[in-house]
């Protein structure tokens, strides 16, 4: 019954139109009523609560690095590294917007913010070169979901503090598979791009190829600085967001010189203005995974799961089906917040490494963020690109085929990601 009140308040809420942080909120109402143990004080509190994490202060700083790097060229100069050293192959832009995806996801963890930049940037030179529109903006939407993946990832901030699991070691584990996905991405765009008569090219000198790797030290540094900090101990997540907002700064200030002061005020209302609806979504949800708890919803769902528990493989296909679904009706973030509290607990019941199942977790909602009708990823690119949503929708489904290829993958082979993972956390 409980289970039903949930899922029943948060479905009506979100059918009348109630944004998604008002009607977690309104679930957590409904869940108080039927536990009989209304207090606006207690609903109050844990709305505070919420968001008063020392973790989630990462989530900001992420954020106001995005910002900096792609209006400071950062991701530019990433951008140009990748097209002297790949652009030269038969359909070479297509593997420049994979490498500079991945490149670009070890800077800002933000997918929203790298389809937005590879857009604007790609999609009119693959255009001119003779690509089809469609098929090239569906290939910069699939490779931009590898963002939430490699670290620095905001998705595993958010999951590690909703399901009380390390983000470091999160971190650690999301970097072979998201280097798995890029990989998947760029095998279906040779197979898919075979067909182009496109021209290829004239192959970047050694000289240029050296003078773009100059050009992009001081943006690759900062993936390096992050991760060597994390895995030597040197600073905490929500820390290291603190030296890549800085260092993010001094590059595009001092380095580049491509920013300046006035602009700055700007990126901090940019930032501030995607802070404060990400943050409410999770004070609001917070709320609801309190009262989750104490309703005891998850051993619940655990006992209506038995019969799977003795499997993890099973239990987990059965797990990612239901993400799938729900990602192409829901963002991202609202998924993360609303599903993690019921199902961690039920893995770690299975015996499943909550780490490993966080990593798969996140990057099935990843590929939602491309999952018509909602997909978030896809309507910034339809918009940066002035293409329909159908268009995209018709290009990206390749490459979302070969992302959940990837993915189940990693769900028959666990050790593909934790076998990395517990090397790279020492």
Not at 255 to 261: A, D, K, P, Q
Not at 269 to 293: D, G, K, N, P, Y
Request: include cysteine; hydrophobic fraction near 60%; proline fraction near 6%.
């Amino acid at each position: 019954m409980t289970i039903a009140i949930f899922l029943g308040a948060l479905l009506a809420a979100m059918a009348i139109g109630i944004p998604i942080a008002y009607a977690l909120l309104a679930t957590g109402v409904a869940l108080m009523w039927h536990q009989d143990m209304f207090d606006a004080q207690i609903l109050a509190q844990n709305l505070v609560n919420g968001a008063d994490s020392f973790p989630l202060l990462a989530v900001p700083l992420f954020m106001l690095a995005g910002e900096i790097m792609n209006a400071g060229g950062l991701s530019r100069r990433i951008l140009n590294l990748a097209l002297t050293l790949v652009g030269h192959y038969r359909g070479g832009l297509g593997y420049v917007a994979v490498l500079a995806a991945c490149l670009m996801a070890a800077l800002s963890g933000s997918a929203v913010a790298d389809a937005a930049a590879l857009s604007a940037l790609l999609l009119p030179m693959m255009a001119r070169a003779g690509h089809d529109p469609a098929r090239a903006g569906g290939l910069i939407a699939s490779a931009s979901v590898i963002a939430p993946i490699i670290p620095p990832s905001i998705a595993f901030i958010i999951f590690g503090v909703a399901g009380n699991v390390s983000v470091s070691k999160l971190f650690m584990a999301g970097i072979v598979p998201g280097l798995l996905m890029g990989a998947a991405i760029a095998l279906a765009w040779a197979w898919v791009s075979r067909r182009e008569q496109v021209p290829v090219p004239p192959r970047a000198s050694r000289a240029q190829q050296l003078a773009a790797l100059r050009e992009s030290l001081w943006a690759l540094a900062l993936p390096v600085i992050v991760l060597v900090g994390l895995k030597m101990g040197v600073f905490t997540p929500t820390e290291a967001a603190a030296v890549a907002a800085v260092y993010a700064f001094f590059v595009a200030t001092f380095v580049y010189r491509e920013l300046n002061f006035r602009q700055l005020v700007a990126l901090f209302e940019s930032a501030a203005r995607t802070t404060a609806v990400v943050m409410f979504l999770i004070a609001a949800a917070m709320v609801s995974a309190w009262l989750i708890t104490v309703a005891d919803i998850p051993g619940q769902v655990t006992r209506l799961l038995e019969p799977l528990l003795g499997s993890p493989t099973l239990l987990l296909i059965a797990i990612m089906l239901l993400v799938i679904a729900v990602g192409t009706a829901m963002d991202m973030t609202p998924t993360i917040l609303i599903l993690t509290p019921v199902l961690v607990p039920v893995v770690k019941a299975a015996g499943i490494d909550p780490v490993y199942f966080g990593v798969l977790f996140i990057m099935n909602n990843a590929i939602g963020l491309v999952t018509p009708p909602v997909g978030t990823v896809l309507n910034v690119v339809a918009g940066v690109g002035r293409m329909s949503m159908d268009q995209v929708t018709r290009g990206v489904v390749p490459f979302m085929v070969a992302q959940f290829g990837v993915m189940f993958l990693l769900v028959l082979c666990p050790w593909i990601v934790m076998v990395p993972a517990r090397w790279l956390s020492g």
